[in-house]
C-alpha cells in the first residue's frame, strides 16, 4: 500500500465550479500535512499547510481526519489558473530525519 | 525570496556513464534532498541531507550516490546510468519542516 494515496483524476471543471481532492495516508504517527501545487513543467511550490481543526485561504479550504487517515482539499469558484496537479503531503520521521512523503497528485484542469 | 538552482534542465547520457548533477541554494538551509519523479509514481526520495557531510539514504538510493561537502551544494551521483534512471530529477532545500523548496529539475535521459 502506498503511503499517501490519491485520486489521479483528471478532473475537467468549469470555471466557477467546486471541486474537491481527497487523500489517504497510512502513518498514523504523521504529524504535519501539506497540500502542494505542481503547474506542468514546472517545480511543486507548497499551497497550504492542513491543519486539525480545518483551515482556510481564500477560495482554499483543507480538512484533515486523523481517524480516518485522510486529508482534503475544497477549490470554491475555480479559475483557469488554478490548472494544475495537486500533491498531497504527509510529514514522516523526526527531528533531522524527518522527511515528506508526497502523493502521486490530482490532476485538474479549468474549462472555460 | 529562496532560490535552488540545478546544474542543467536537460541532460542527455550514455549507458555507463558517470553523470553528477548539482544544486546549490543561497537560503542557508541545513536540510536538503534528491528526488525523482515519474509518471504513476510521484516523487520518490533517493537521498537527503541535514548538515555538511551527513547523508541519509531515501526510499530508492540504490545507483545513486551523493556528496554534501559545503551546506549549500548537494549533489547526486549515478555511479553509472542505466536506461531506468531516465527520469525527472528535483532537488529541495528546507529550513523547517513547514516549507521545502524546489529547483527546477533536471530532466535526465539516459540511452
Known amino acids: 500500500r502506498k503511503e499517501v494515496e490519491q485520486d489521479p483524476g483528471p478532473f475537467n471543471v468549469p470555471e466557477g465550479a467546486t471541486v474537491a481532492f481527497n487523500c489517504t495516508y497510512s502513518?498514523?504517527?504523521?504529524?504535519?500535512f501539506f497540500w502542494y501545487r505542481q503547474d506542468c513543467r514546472k517545480e511543486p511550490k507548497l499551497l497550504m499547510s492542513v491543519y486539525s481543526s480545518g483551515n482556510e485561504d481564500g477560495r482554499f479550504t483543507a480538512q484533515l481526519n486523523r481517524a480516518s487517515q485522510y486529508i482534503s482539499l475544497l477549490i470554491r469558484d475555480s479559475k483557469l489558473s488554478d490548472s494544475a496537479t495537486y500533491l498531497c503531503v504527509v510529514n514522516r520521521g523526526r527531528g533531522s530525519a524527518r522527511q515528506l512523503t508526497f502523493g502521486s497528485g490530482t490532476q485538474l484542469t479549468v474549462l472555460p | 525570496d529562496v532560490k535552488v538552482t540545478q546544474s542543467s534542465r536537460y541532460l542527455v547520457k550514455r549507458t555507463g556513464e558517470k553523470v553528477f548533477l548539482e544544486c546549490v541554494q543561497d537560503?542557508?538551509?541545513?536540510?536538503m534532498f534528491w528526488y525523482r519523479q515519474d509518471p504513476g509514481l510521484g516523487l520518490r526520495l533517493i537521498y537527503f541531507?541535514?548538515?555538511?557531510?551527513?547523508?541519509e539514504k531515501g526510499d530508492i538510493p540504490e545507483g545513486y550516490s551523493v556528496s554534501r561537502e559545503k551546506k549549500e551544494r548537494f549533489s547526486l551521483i549515478l555511479e553509472s546510468a542505466s536506461t531506468n534512471q531516465t527520469s525527472m530529477y528535483l532537488c529541495a532545500s528546507r529550513a523547517t519542516v513547514y516549507e521545502q523548496y524546489f529547483g527546477p529539475g533536471t530532466r535526465l535521459t539516459v540511452t
Open positions: 502513518n498514523s504517527a504523521s504529524q504535519s
Open positions: 541531507s541535514y548538515d555538511v557531510k551527513m547523508k
Open positions: 537560503m542557508d538551509h541545513e536540510n
